[in-house]
């Protein structure tokens, strides 16, 4: 599956379109929370994974969007509002965490 398309629908949803003719969406609230960067999902370390702490407060523009680039021909980076931009989100990762419309 290859992304062709992304487009920002408002201030807080986004409409990826994909080489098959499907479009799906994602709420940037969703993609932040799905960040699979380290930090955010934890490490798989011999076979358990290390959940990093979840903080109760909201880091300020953690759910902003930056700026999206694309990293090879595979993923995309997102640069959010706080600064964090170590989430590689490939495009069947961003495929299963987006919806159907
Ligand atoms: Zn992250």
Redesign the pocket.
């Known amino acids: 599956m290859n992304l062709v398309k992304i487009k920002r629908t408002s201030d807080t949803a986004l409409s990826l379109t994909w080489d098959n003719g499907e479009t799906t969406d994602i709420t940037l609230q969703k993609l932040?929370d799905e960040?699979?960067?380290?930090?955010?999902?934890g490490e798989t370390v011999l076979f358990e994974t290390y959940q990093p702490v979840k903080l109760n407060v909201l880091t300020p523009g953690m759910y902003e969007l930056k700026k999206i680039g694309t990293v090879g021909n595979y993923s995309i980076q997102p640069l959010w509002g706080d600064g964090?931009n170590?989430?590689l989100y490939s495009w069947d990762y961003l495929y299963h965490i987006s919806a159907a419309e």
Request: charged residues 20%; positive net charge.
């Open positions: 932040r960040c699979p960067c380290a930090g955010c999902k964090h170590t989430g």
